[in-house]
């Protein structure tokens, strides 16, 4: 199993910066890909940022330019760095993790979130 917990989310004004981080432990066998999701209310869940298991990235249309996605292998983390926030930035954000290979292809864990408000 594979335990997610993010943090660093809060509140900033528009045009601020805010640096997310996903600390993952636990293990499954399988190759993996992590990444960033939102949700806002009454929206559904949406891909912000993740890695593809080659280890480029994927960003959503909407955030290019101003979110960065990074990992440090050594800490298990993943890390959504923000700038320029908008107001419809705000969310929930999500951190996934999803098996890629072996048995367990497709499994997906998530964290509970870390909460971004985007106001002034």
């Known amino acids: 199993q594979v335990q997610l917990v993010e943090s660093g989310g809060g509140l900033v004004q528009p045009g601020g910066s805010l640096r997310l981080s996903c600390a993952a432990s636990g293990s499954i066998f399988g190759a993996n890909v992590m990444g960033w999701f939102r949700q806002a209310p009454g929206k559904e869940r949406e891909l912000v940022a993740s890695f593809t298991r080659g280890g480029s990235t994927n960003y959503a249309d909407s955030v290019k330019g101003r979110f960065t996605i990074s990992r440090d292998n050594a800490k298990n983390t993943v890390y959504l760095q923000m700038i320029s926030l908008k107001p419809e930035d705000a969310a929930v954000y999500l951190c996934?993790?999803?098996?890629?290979?072996?048995?367990?292809?497709?499994?997906?864990?998530w964290g509970k979130g870390t909460l971004v408000t985007v106001s002034s």
């Open positions: 996934n993790y999803e098996v890629v290979s072996g048995p367990y292809n497709g499994r997906k864990f």
